[in-house]
């Protein structure tokens, strides 16, 4: 078979594995990622395989430059992409993106074992912690409530039944009362 006729076998085939599987993606019919952990997993990481002209009889080229990566340390990447090039040279001739994945999955506590997630965030949390004093104190004359005195402590309190609401109609316009003020329009 020619390289072009293994390459639509084992993209019909990775289809059919995968199909509903969200950490699989096909990014085009030569270029595929999978995420290897869960989503919210500190050790999760996303492997990038492109096939090249002639593979399976070449090697894949295999990269874990995703963003999703980016916290993981570049000798930690370097140290899971050689254990999967050896991984390849073990596979060159067959089709390898399903065991490449299923290797990275089997091996992933051991491919991460000396990973340390790097907090690209310090820099951000350092800003938001010096602006946050500055802002502290205007908040506090906000927060205050005013205080009442007892007699509009009581007057509150007559207004309201026992449970704290005002009576139904407590705003209410008296029409008689209101119009008698403003005059009708027989008196212009």
Same mark, same amino acid.
């Given at each position: ?5 293994? #390459? ?19 990014? =085009? ?7 290897? /952990?869960?989503?919210?997993?500190? !050790? ?5 395989? =492109? *096939?090249?002209?002639?593979?399976? #009889?070449?090697?894949?080229?295999? =990269?874990? &430059?995703?963003?999703? &990566? ?8 370097? =140290? ?5 090039? %050896?991984? @390849?040279?073990? &596979? ?12 990275? !999955?089997?091996?992933? %506590?051991?491919?991460? %074992? ?26 506090? +004359?906000? $927060? ?8 509009? +402590?009581? +007057?509150?309190?007559? !207004?309201? $039944? ?6 139904? /109609? *407590?705003? *209410?316009? $008296?029409? @008689? ?12």
């Amino acid at each position: 078979m020619s390289a072009n006729e293994d #390459q639509e076998m084992e993209l019909e085939a990775l289809r059919s594995i995968y199909e509903g599987d969200e950490s699989f993606r096909e990014l =085009s019919p030569v270029s595929f990622q999978y995420r290897i /952990g869960e989503n919210g997993d500190p !050790k999760a990481f996303l492997i990038e395989i =492109s *096939w090249t002209e002639t593979y399976p #009889q070449t090697p894949p080229i295999l =990269s874990m &430059n995703a963003f999703f &990566n980016n916290t993981i340390s570049s000798a930690v990447k370097q =140290s899971i992409l050689a254990k999967l090039q %050896e991984a @390849v040279e073990a &596979n060159l001739g067959t089709a390898m993106t399903y065991t490449l994945f299923e290797y990275a !999955k089997d091996n992933k %506590e051991q491919f991460m %074992e000396n990973h340390n997630p790097i907090n690209s965030a310090t820099s951000i949390s350092n800003i938001i912690s010096i602006e946050t004093p500055n802002t502290a104190p205007s908040s506090k +004359k906000k $927060d205050k409530k005013e205080q009442l005195s007892k007699a509009q +402590k009581r +007057k509150l309190a007559d !207004k309201t $039944d026992h449970k704290g609401e005002l009576p139904r /109609g *407590w705003n *209410w316009v $008296d029409v @008689v009362k209101h119009l008698s003020k403003t005059g009708s329009k027989d008196d212009e």
